[in-house]
């Protein structure tokens, strides 16, 4: 069992920043990947961005591509988003997750998720 929980959150203004933590405890983070989705009211979850396990390999949706950034420190079992020129569509909550598996969009492919963390940007 893996268990994520996220951190970092809140309420910022539309151009602002926020940088969210994902700390995973339980079975090894080892070859691991990590992604952050996040979910609107009345809307899908949808896939924002992952990290294979070495970091070599970054994937973004592009609704946040030069805006977002994912981080990992695998010796802190460790992953962060940085959030950059914040929009007010970015308001979701934000999760991550967790899978041993190449594929990183989808999140049926995804094994563990953390309880999320509200993200409201404000115009």
């Known amino acids: 069992q893996v268990q994520l929980v996220e951190s970092g959150g809140g309420l910022v203004q539309a151009g602002g920043s926020l940088r969210l933590s994902c700390a995973a405890s339980?079975?090894?983070?080892?070859?691991?990947?990590m992604g952050w989705f996040r979910q609107a009211p009345g809307k899908e979850r949808e896939f924002v961005a992952a990290?294979?396990?070495?970091?070599?390999?970054?994937n973004y949706a592009d609704s946040v591509k030069g805006r977002f950034t994912i981080s990992r420190d695998n010796a802190k079992n460790t992953v962060y988003l940085q959030m950059n020129s914040l929009k007010p569509e970015d308001t979701a909550v934000y999760y991550c997750?967790?899978?041993?598996?190449?594929?990183?969009?989808?999140?049926?492919?995804?094994?563990?998720w953390g309880q999320g963390t509200q993200v409201t940007v404000s115009s």
């Open positions: 997750a967790l899978n041993y598996d190449s594929d990183y969009v989808r999140p049926e492919a995804y094994d563990y």
């Open positions: 339980g079975r090894t983070f080892f070859s691991s990947t």
């Open positions: 990290s294979s396990w070495r970091g070599g390999s970054t």
